[in-house]
Structures are given as C-alpha cells and as structure tokens.
C-alpha cells in the first residue's frame, strides 16, 4: 500500500494478479475485514468470560445472536471497502501523475481519492 497525492494505492505481487487487480483489492479487503472480526471476536471472548464467572451461561441462541450483531460492522466494512475502489486505469494514471512511476506492466488497485464521501467510512472503520 503507497498512501500519497489523496490516494491508497495498492501494488500487488502474487498469484491473484493472474485473475486481475479487482481480484487481488477483493483479497485485501477480505483480509482486513476478517482481522477486524477477529479483534473484535476477542474482546467479546474476554467479555464472555468475564459474564460467565459472574452469572450462568447465557442461552447458545443468544450467544448467536450477539455473534451476528458483532459481524455487522466488519461485513459493513468489507462492502464499503469493495465499494470505494476506482477503475484499474484510474489509479494508474493517478500513480504516474503523483509519483511518476512507469505502470504499464504492474497490477495495481485502490482508490485515486480518498477525500471524496464514499471513502470516509472504510478509512476509518
């Protein structure tokens, strides 16, 4: 990832870049999406031990039910996250603007601006 000139842009190296750059940004924000499920999956291990020290088990539905809540916002993300990115050509005529890098033979994704409303929420997610 190379932040710079209002955008993120994503330089990929790997065997999605063989199905193509939408492919390998899908990867990354899937990536991302489950570690925030993880982090937050662990707080609400600590928070279920804790209760369960104090009180008895809850009911396994209710359990389930707080686990789909909690996937909310990480699957919120994800959608987002696959919504904000801009056309492969886009963001490399971005790159060799800014950086002037030769991108013809890279497979690169992202998003050529990040200040614009759709971008504000997987940024700060």
């Known amino acids: 990832m190379i932040p710079g000139g209002g955008g993120l842009f994503?330089?990929?190296?790997?065997?999605?870049?063989?199905?193509?750059?939408f492919a390998c940004y899908v990867g990354f924000s899937f990536l991302l999406h489950c570690y925030t499920y993880g982090l937050y999956s662990l707080v609400f291990s600590f928070c279920y031990r804790y209760y369960i020290l104090l009180r008895p088990p809850p009911k396994i539905r209710n359990v389930a039910m707080y686990l789909i809540l909690l996937y909310v916002p990480s699957l919120l993300q994800f959608v987002v996250f696959n919504l904000s990115s801009d056309s492969e050509n886009l963001v490399k005529s971005r790159i060799t603007k800014v950086f002037g890098y030769d991108m013809s033979t890279e497979c690169v994704s992202g998003t050529a601006r990040i200040l614009v409303g759709k971008h504000y929420f997987h940024h700060y997610m």
């Open 10 to 21: 994503y330089f990929s190296h790997g065997p999605c870049r063989y199905i193509g750059p």
